[in-house]
Structures are given as structure tokens and as C-alpha cells.
């Protein structure tokens, strides 16, 4: 497997291994609900549609923001997940507005420990963003992901040995739901260590 996937990659370099010890990406993702299980069907709308993440080779950083009208109500939800991993930590910070009071707030520290994917790799090829990218299938007991990842982009987490997947859908094999995920736009950043540790103040 391993030697299959450096022949794969060779012909695919084109930025070089991005990012660096001094650098960080960071990358916009639109998601869209393709099916969704019956009891979430009237929320459907509500769900958040755009995500950021922020990758270096320390780790990962996540932030979905919600800004949405129910019941005549309008409600923010501010999620941020860290998971760093040269301290084998996580973090999740969570808040909730309803009409400017803050209704939830939630600070969670955990280990990290990032699992380890069996990854298939295809032998389709695509162009994302202007990085090249090759086919992929991962699979649990839970989820099936398939798509495309960039080898070039080697970040810590899940995906480390085979490169970060920059178009993909998520189908859940207990619920009936199904998510696509695409990458909008890459920007390389200078790497800051705050934004990869959580703190609760």
C-alpha cells in the first residue's frame, strides 16, 4: 500500500508539501445536506452550510458559525473544536445567543488521540483549487467517506499519511444521513500557535 501510494503522489507534486513548520492553511468548506434522517428534515435549513478549517502540522482547528431565525427567534451558535497534536489535547467551545442572551455555554478539554484510517486510493485524478488531487475511499463501522484528497497538503490528524481530502461525502451507515463537503478557497497563512490551543476564558 505504501509503495503504491508514493507512485501515485510522485507525479502529483506541484506546490511541494504544504504546510510548512513556519505556515498554516487555512480553508473554507461549503457542505451540503444531500439526505437527511426524517426527525432533522424540518431543521434542514437551519443546519450550517459553511465550516473553516485551519491546519498546520500541529493540528486542527475548526469553527462553524450559525446565524439563524426559529420560531421568530434569532439564534447564533459560536463552535469552535481544537485538536492539537504534539500535546495530545482537544477542545470544544460552544455558545449559544437566543435574542442577545447567551442561553448555552460549553468548555470541554479531552486526549487526543487521533485514529488511524484505512484509506483506499484510487486512481482518478482532479484538479481542486489548483492542487492535484487523486481519489479515495475511507470506511468504518459507522461512516463511509469518498472523494478527493491532496496528497501535496500533509497535516496532522486522521488523514496524515495520505494527504487532507479537499472534496468528499460522508454517507452514515446508522442514520440516514448524507453530507458533501467541498473545499471553497486555500490561503496559506504565517503559522500562529494560539489559534491551534484552547483555553475556556
Known amino acids: 500500500m505504501k509503495k503504491l501510494l508514493t507512485l501515485l503522489i510522485i507525479p502529483f507534486l506541484s506546490f511541494g508539501q504544504v504546510p510548512d513548520s513556519k505556515s498554516q492553511l487555512k480553508i473554507s468548506y461549503s457542505m451540503k445536506y444531500e439526505r437527511v434522517p426524517f426527525q432533522m428534515k424540518l431543521f434542514k435549513k437551519h443546519l450550517p ?7 498546520s502540522k500541529h493540528g486542527l482547528r475548526n469553527e462553524i458559525n450559525l446565524d439563524t431565525k ?5 439564534i447564533l451558535n459560536y463552535t469552535i473544536s481544537v485538536d492539537n497534536d504534539s500535546l495530545s489535547l482537544s477542545w470544544i467551545k460552544t455558545k449559544t445567543i437566543i435574542i442577545d442572551s447567551i442561553v448555552d455555554s460549553k468548555f470541554i478539554e479531552t ?7 484505512s484509506v483506499f486510493i484510487g486512481d482518478k485524478r482532479k484538479n481542486i483549487l489548483g492542487y492535484n488531487c487523486v481519489n479515495f475511499v475511507s470506511e ?3 461512516v463511509k467517506t469518498e472523494g478527493f484528497l491532496a496528497p501535496d497538503i500533509i497535516v496532522a490528524g486522521d488523514f496524515q499519511k495520505y494527504g487532507l481530502p479537499l472534496e468528499f461525502k ?12 467541498k473545499a471553497d478557497r486555500i490561503i496559506i497563512e504565517p503559522f500562529d500557535v494560539n489559534m491551534f490551543i484552547l483555553k475556556q476564558e
Open 70 to 74: 426559529m420560531f421568530g427567534k434569532n
Open 111 to 117: 486526549k487526543y488521540n487521533p485514529e488511524e484510517q
Open 170 to 181: 460522508a454517507t452514515s451507515k446508522k442514520r440516514k444521513f448524507i453530507v458533501s463537503t
Open 49 to 55: 452550510n459553511k465550516v473553516i478549517e485551519y491546519h
Open 140 to 142: 468504518n463501522d459507522s
